[in-house]
């Protein structure tokens, strides 16, 4: 081999020694990433039960305060029926009446959306309620006011904070939609 030869060769070997620590080095990058992703989503859904454990308390009542003379309520309840499932976050009741509570950190059009597709179910998958009047909303701890908005247009309380206590957004006059 030639001078020129032996360079071009250990040049080419470096090139390939550098492609694979790359790729090595992507790999630990990927699952680093991976890794983050899920702290997120952890602290996500940490943040969700935080706005969960404020709303409780006050849920009675805030709905008491509008006329629905609610007294029980039940957190984290789950139904699955006929390949249906659904879970809530909080579900307020009495006798005649059942206030299913969607809790999130970050509300957005899509949670409110979301949770009109899960009252859509709640007589069907929670039959010993299907006999009451179902009214919705949604808590959070960060509410856009356009997010707001569609969500009282689509017939639901909408719970917010309010310097140190929660409240409900919508007009003393509003009539939340049954289902």
Avoid at 48 to 75: C, M, N, T, W, Y
Avoid at 133 to 160: C, E, F, H, Q, W
Avoid at 165 to 171: A, D, K, W
Wanted: proline share 2%; net charge negative.
């Amino acid at each position: 081999m030639s001078v020129q030869a032996d360079e071009i060769w250990a040049i080419l070997h470096g090139l390939a020694k550098s492609h694979e620590e790359f790729k090595s080095e992507q790999k630990v990058l990927q699952r680093e990433i991976k890794e983050v992703n899920k702290s997120i989503g952890r602290l996500t859904n940490r943040l969700g039960e935080f706005v969960e454990e404020a709303v409780r308390p006050s849920a009675v009542k805030l709905f008491r305060e509008r006329g629905i003379d609610v007294h029980e309520v039940h957190q984290n309840v789950t139904s699955k029926r006929a390949g249906e499932a659904l879970e809530i976050d909080l579900l307020v009741v009495n006798d005649e009446d059942v206030v299913v509570i969607e809790c999130k950190s970050n509300l957005s059009v899509d949670d409110v959306n979301e949770h009109v597709e899960r009252l859509e179910k709640v007589k069907r998958l929670l039959p010993a309620h299907k006999d009451k009047r179902i009214s919705g909303a949604v808590a959070g701890m960060v509410i856009p006011d356009n997010v707001a908005t569609y969500a009282i247009r689509k017939g639901l309380y909408v719970i917010g904070q309010n310097d140190e206590h929660l409240e409900l957004r919508n007009e003393m006059s509003f009539a939340a939609k049954i289902w």
